[in-house]
């Protein structure tokens, strides 16, 4: 499948494989991943694997999906450079995301309120010169299924909103 045509689903959209997603493959992803632009080559984040085991024991968690993985950001004091590291997290998070895809590993990306919540930060190790950025649910989907939806799924038109500046 080319990457032009791809269409990235979100894993609440399919059944799981009941397998795990292993930290050896993750951090293969995350090395290819991290090439994400950030012209001051800061690499602002840090990364929190939590396996589905463990998920299941802190309430917060959904206990779905096969792995969490938390990106975490350090904060920083210039507003400017605040808002390129977040920006560059996010390019970071799509990578991920697109070569997750690729190997039938579906990401959801979310944003619970419990990261703005000291108590849960405090276990999960984030300090107060971090915030978490996103929490991925991760999980592995059955082939055949992928392959009935993208069959079904027309390429969309879309018409890109841009004007020319004389």
């Known amino acids: 499948m080319s ?7 979100p894993l609440n959209r399919f059944e799981q494989e009941p ?9 293969e992803l995350l090395n290819l991943a991290v090439w ?14 939590i396996d589905q085991e463990l998920g299941r024991k802190m309430e917060w968690f959904r206990d779905e999906p096969a ?3 938390i990106i975490v950001n350090v904060l920083n004091s210039l507003p400017y450079r605040q808002a390129e ?25 979310t ?13 999960m190790k984030v300090t107060n010169k971090e915030h978490i950025v996103a929490v991925l649910e991760l999980g592995y989907v059955k082939a055949e299924k992928v ?9 969309m038109d879309r018409e890109v909103n841009w004007s020319l500046l004389k």
Not at 19 to 27: K, T
Request: proline content about 6%.
């Open 19 to 27: 397998r795990p997603v292993l930290q050896d493959f993750l951090l």
């Open 36 to 49: 994400a632009p950030n012209h001051g080559l800061r690499e602002p984040w840090r990364f929190v694997y």
């Open 85 to 109: 590291d977040t920006a560059a997290t996010f390019c970071l998070i799509q990578n991920f995301q697109i070569l997750a895809w690729e190997q039938l590993l579906a990401v959801n990306i």
């Open 67 to 69: 792995a969490h993985l």
């Open 147 to 155: 392959k009935r939806v993208l069959k079904v799924q027309q390429r």
């Open 3 to 9: 990457l032009q045509n791809m269409t990235i689903m």
């Open 111 to 123: 944003y619970p309120e419990w990261r703005y919540d000291p108590n849960v930060c405090d276990k």
